[in-house]
């Protein structure tokens, strides 16, 4: 079988190759610059170079290909124009699968289908749904819960601040999917020949959870107190615009945490069937902990002080004596030498 595989050097795209890369499969990729795969990848496939929003470019990409893994680029801090950004990709796509008639094509897409309204990348991944659907093939657009790598971006701040933050309130509950389900998600339909028609697929992770219990699973495993902290709308696109990225970008984000905050994601039910194995906590102690930067541990507080702090609540902390805040985590109790002391969450999810 022949299978095309779009941005084969992101993070799902590079997990999806290398699982084909078995004798019974054929693969190709499409590549802006093929010196960033891997050497021995390079050897076990075909490379076609160029962009994915070019329609001549994937349909010679596509020429035979019988199962194809679409996947838009996450949009550059730069993008002023976010949804636009996820429809030039889709407008390519749709020219020359249409032209070449490729019979099966596995969208990475997120959830919200039908309720999310100016949602930012949700709302373009949904606007590249509809103009896929227009190609004749037969598609799964895998409607994914928020990456739990997105968490990755905040190594620093949750390993050194213990802050978890994003502008939306910390009780909320939403899918949360690692990657490495969505991969195997994808495979399962890419290797398949024989279904038809269009349909969503959720991918939801194991449990919707709120970032306050998010932040509580994290501080956890890294065995540091974490706490979750809404931003403002203002200031997160002030803290993205120092990043620089453009206005639009910035607004997009903001725009997105407000319809997840909204319950968009109600849209498609939770089943058996979109639910996936990989926990947080498994995911953190796999990547985040390999990923982050790697830091000395948290002083432990002294022994005796462990009867005292038995009865405390995970996550609560107490100011001790007048200069040390010791904060407690399910397993451990820490002395937290930072004169501020910390609003730590608690397992209820309020500061
Ligand atoms: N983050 C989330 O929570 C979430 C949730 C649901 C859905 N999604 C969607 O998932 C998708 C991103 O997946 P990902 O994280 O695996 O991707 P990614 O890591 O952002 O990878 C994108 C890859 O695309 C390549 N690329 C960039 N511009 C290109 C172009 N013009 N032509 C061809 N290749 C290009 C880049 O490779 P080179 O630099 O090597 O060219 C890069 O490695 C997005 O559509 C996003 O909206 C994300």
């Given amino acids: 079988m022949k299978i095309l595989v779009t941005t084969p050097t992101g993070k799902i795209g590079h997990r999806v190759l290398r699982e084909l890369l078995a004798p019974e499969f054929c693969v190709r990729v499409v590549v802006r610059d093929p010196s960033r795969l891997p050497e021995e990848i390079r050897e076990q496939v075909e490379v076609i170079c160029g962009s994915t929003d070019d329609a001549p470019t994937l349909c010679r990409a596509l020429d035979s290909v019988e199962a194809l893994f679409w996947c838009v680029p996450t949009e550059s801090l730069q993008e002023t124009n976010v949804e636009q950004h996820y429809e030039r990709f889709a407008c390519a796509g749709w020219q020359a699968i249409r032209e070449v008639g490729t019979p099966r094509v596995v969208t990475i897409s997120a959830g919200g289908k039908g309720l999310a309204r100016n949602a930012g990348p949700i709302s373009g991944l949904h606007a590249m749904e509809e103009i896929l659907n227009e190609t004749g093939a037969a598609l799964r657009h895998l409607r994914c819960g928020l990456f739990m790598e997105n968490f990755l971006s905040q190594a620093r701040s949750i390993q050194t601040q213990g802050v978890l933050s994003y502008p939306m309130p910390g009780h909320i509950p939403i899918p949360m999917t690692a990657v490495s389900d969505v991969v195997d998600v994808a495979l399962r339909w890419l290797v398949r020949g024989n279904w038809k028609g269009i349909e969503g697929v959720a991918v939801h992770g194991p449990e919707d959870l709120s970032f306050a219990e998010a932040a509580a699973i994290l501080g956890r495993v890294l065995e540091r107190p974490v706490r979750y902290e809404r931003s403002l709308g203002q200031d997160y696109i002030r803290k993205l615009a120092s990043l ?84 407690r985590t399910d397993e451990h109790l820490f002395a937290v030498t930072d004169q501020k002391p910390p609003k730590v969450a608690t397992r209820a999810g309020t500061p």
């Avoid at 984000?253 to 906590?281: D, H, I, K, Q």
């Avoid at 002294?302 to 038995?310: E, I, K, N």
Wanted: charged content about 20%; some cysteine; hydrophobic content about 45%.
């Fill in 244 to 327: 620089g990225a453009s206005a639009p970008y910035a607004h997009s984000r903001v725009n997105m945490f407000a319809e997840l905050a909204r319950g968009v994601t109600r849209a498609e039910p939770r089943t058996l069937e979109s639910t996936t194995p990989t926990n947080l906590a498994e995911w953190c102690a796999r990547e985040f902990a390999a990923a982050g930067p790697s830091l000395p541990a948290l002083p432990k507080a002294p022994a005796r002080l462990g009867s005292l702090a038995q009865g405390w609540p995970a996550g609560s902390s107490r100011t001790i004596a007048d200069d040390a805040l010791f904060v």
